[in-house]
């Protein structure tokens, strides 16, 4: 079974604040995970996702996130905060055994005050 | 990328009436999935399928249906709406990369009212 927990329904920075949004996964197997990012009214975009290759991952629009198999992380961290990036983030994870759907957090919405 | 369209758009419903969601993917990927997206739940897989001919159940499967008959539609059907079935819902493919590790991608989704 996969879960996936992101700590904070809502998050607020200023504009050119580092952001940080937290997710944390449970996963039997070697996991997949995958940020998306979602503006009012739109679908998901996907943003970055990890499949083993780099614990670093550099996604759209100068975000990155870093896996960290020993604290079963994947935040998604972005140094300077743009009024643009305002959106409701969701981690997921998946693996390549069995069912491949996604298993998502509840999501971050994510506020940047001028 | 996305290549998936769904209609319609929007719609309201009548609490008893039976909907068809539409969801089209234009590159022939095999893997089809239908979400729903309720506030503070995130995305919660309905229905999926892996290739033509064949569907299986997600995380909350009851008052749908799916079928798909070729690799390129995915329609969701609700029987006999009920106000609970109110949500956003999303279809997305699934594009195998480097190891047979899938991407999905989302269509922009159907707003869905039962009253």
């Known amino acids: 079974a996969q879960s996936v927990t992101q700590l904070g329904s809502h998050v607020s920075v200023s504009e050119g604040a580092l952001v940080l949004l937290r997710c944390n996964y449970s996963?039997?197997?070697?996991?997949?995970l995958f940020w998306y990012v979602q503006y009012p009214n739109q679908g998901l975009q996907l943003l970055l996702k990890?499949?083993?290759?780099?614990?670093l991952v550099k996604g759209i629009n100068g975000f990155e996130a870093e896996f960290k198999k020993s604290e079963t992380s994947f935040h998604l961290t972005k140094p300077s905060a743009h009024m643009s990036d305002a959106a409701e983030y969701f981690c997921?994870?998946?693996?390549?055994?069995?069912?491949?759907?996604?298993?998502f957090g509840s999501g971050t919405r994510l506020q940047v005050q001028p | 990328i996305a290549g998936i369209t769904q209609a319609p758009t929007s719609q309201i419903l009548a609490a008893g009436r039976r909907m068809t969601l539409r969801c089209t993917q234009d590159?022939?990927?095999?893997?089809m999935y239908w979400y729903r997206q309720d506030l503070g739940l995130g995305l919660r897989l309905i229905h999926y399928?892996?290739?033509?001919?064949?569907?299986g159940k997600g995380e909350v499967p009851d008052g749908y249906s799916v079928s798909r008959a070729n690799t390129d539609d995915f329609p969701l059907t609700l029987a006999s709406a009920v106000p609970s079935q109110t949500s956003v819902y999303f279809c997305a493919k699934g594009l195998a990369g480097v190891g047979g590790q899938e991407t999905q991608y989302f269509g922009p989704g159907t707003r869905l009212l039962v009253l």
């Open positions: 399928s892996n290739t033509a001919g064949t569907t």
């Open positions: 996963s039997s197997v070697p996991p997949y």
């Open positions: 990890y499949t083993s290759a780099a614990t």
């Open positions: 590159m022939r990927h095999n893997a």
């Open positions: 997921a994870v998946t693996s390549d055994t069995g069912r491949r759907a996604l298993t």
